[in-house]
């Protein structure tokens, strides 16, 4: 006996009318050499039914899918796509019915450019290696999610996806697919990077003005300072270009360079200090004198010198940030790059004009500090050539400090020896009838912030009786307080 069997759906109409779709089983064997049929029929109505609902459920989600304004795409238990929305579309430049129905990894390479898994997979096989493809996984009951850094399938510049995948369930619960969201998170992961190498020039700006109160020159806080800056913003090289004078040939008069292959900061003189005055041309570091803004640029626009001097030099693109003082513009920081045309962020440039203010505030500080010294040399000359003991007080501790070496031929005691403890100020010496009119006077003209003169005898260091002529007036500092005597004692003849 020989069998043969089919299987096939039909319609039916039942006795008052209506269809009824059926499945037949019909199976073709031989009795007795003649054929007979065994046909076994099976209502499918709810099967149909069911078919149906998931049919017009997977059209509707088809449908929402469109109006999405994410990227999604759909997947069966099998990794065929069926559903690949608009967005997608315009994410991937890959239509809708060149993927739908395709399998063999062909989703993945509408946006990874090879044959991969997807996060989609993870859902159908739990296979954890896929998760290693990407950054920051996470799984949240039957969802994961995680983001990756990718080239964008059309512009083939770098983009940050962020990606959700999770299974779909059919009427009995079991998975029929899995669905993946992909978002566009370049713009707020560029807005986290800038804030990070913003931050990271914060920090370094603040270890550099820990330094540079601590620095003995300007010249090497603004090395540390340079070196610093130059290994948070990792940019190829940064100079410092001290303005020359007007009656220079040349635009710059000193430079200081930090370099990032050997780390180390110093003195140098580089084509760049080279570059002359050119009226008709006028450089772009003159424009950054000038203009006393941030300039930046990439040196295939530059003219001229300015592109034949940088190319030459190895760099790329520049960016000059002016260094101010009181007296106008300093000169500027340069930030170099050698590796690549760089291109520098709103928040970066912020964050290196404060560490240009801080170059300047550095440079302010420490011309100060020349002048003052210079000033106190000077003043020290002066009071040598004064006839008399030229003095100051200090009233946080009634220390005396003198200006010129006329105290010994005076009173007979050298000035270390009144320093060393021996004699704490002249009011010792001072003539006992007096010394409370001394005392009296010099309180006066603390409280009342007004000059004073008086006359007084001393007892020098051999006995001898000398008639001294004292003149002194209160110092205040900038808050108004009174915090020593200023003042000159000649003896009378």
Not at 23 to 42: C, D, M, S, W
Not at 230 to 241: D, M, P, Q
Not at 396 to 419: C, I, P, Q, R, W
Request: aromatic share 8%.
């Amino acid at each position: 006996m020989q069998n043969e069997q089919g299987i096939f759906e039909i319609e039916i109409v039942r006795k008052d009318g209506t269809l009824v779709p059926v499945e037949v089983n019909a199976h073709l064997f031989y009795l007795q050499g003649k054929p007979v049929v065994l046909a076994i029929t099976r209502d499918i109505t709810e099967r149909k039914r069911t078919e149906t609902a998931i049919r017009e459920a997977h059209q509707r989600l088809v449908e929402i899918l469109e109006f999405l304004p994410d990227p999604v795409f759909v997947l069966d238990t099998e990794g065929r796509v069926t559903a690949w929305n608009r967005a997608m579309e315009e994410l991937t430049g890959t239509k809708m019915e060149d993927v739908i129905g395709k399998g063999d990894f062909a989703y993945s390479v509408a946006f990874y450019h090879q044959k991969r898994p997807c996060l989609a997979d993870y859902i159908l096989n739990r296979d954890e290696t896929i998760l290693l493809r990407y950054n920051n996984p996470s799984i949240d009951g039957d969802r994961v999610t995680a983001d990756v850094q990718t080239l964008h399938p059309v512009t083939k510049s770098r983009i940050w996806l962020w990606i959700k995948a999770a299974p779909i369930y059919g009427l009995d619960a079991g998975i029929t697919g899995v669905i993946e969201t992909l978002r566009d998170i370049s713009d707020r992961k560029i807005m986290e990077l800038e804030i990070r190498k913003q931050n990271a020039i914060f920090e370094a700006v603040s270890r550099a003005a820990s330094d540079i109160l601590q620095s003995a020159a300007f010249e090497d806080a603004a090395l540390r300072t340079i070196g610093l800056i130059g290994e948070a913003t990792s940019v190829g090289r940064v100079i410092l270009l001290e303005k020359a004078s007007q009656l220079s040939a040349h635009l710059i008069k000193s430079e200081l360079e930090w370099n990032a292959k050997t780390g180390i900061a110093g003195r140098t003189r580089s084509p760049i200090s080279m570059i002359l005055k050119n009226e008709k041309e006028r450089s772009v570091i003159e424009e950054a004198f000038i203009s006393e803004k941030a300039i930046y640029n990439l040196v295939k626009d530059l003219r001229g010198d300015d592109r034949r001097i940088f190319e030459t030099d190895g760099v790329k693109s520049l960016l000059l940030v002016p260094i101010k003082t009181s007296n106008g513009t300093w000169g500027v920081v340069g930030f170099l790059e050698t590796r690549f045309e760089r291109i520098w962020s709103r928040k970066e440039i912020s964050a290196l004009e404060i560490g240009s203010s801080l170059i300047g505030s550095a440079l302010m500080r420490f011309e100060a500090g020349e002048n003052l010294e210079k000033s106190e040399k000077q003043f020290r000359t002066l009071a040598q050539n004064i006839p008399g003991i030229v003095f100051r007080v200090s009233l946080a501790g009634s220390d005396m400090e003198f200006y010129n070496d006329h105290l010994e031929s005076v009173t007979g005691y050298s000035a270390k020896e009144l320093a060393s403890g021996q004699i704490s100020s002249l009011i010792p010496l001072i003539f006992p009838d007096d010394k409370q009119r001394v005392v009296h006077a010099k309180k006066e003209s603390i409280k009342t912030g007004e000059p004073y003169e008086i006359e007084y005898r001393i007892i020098d260091k051999y006995g001898k009786i000398r008639i001294m002529s004292e003149r002194g007036r209160p110092v205040a500092d900038e808050t108004g307080l009174i915090v020593s005597i200023d003042g000159i004692i000649q003896e009378i003849e």
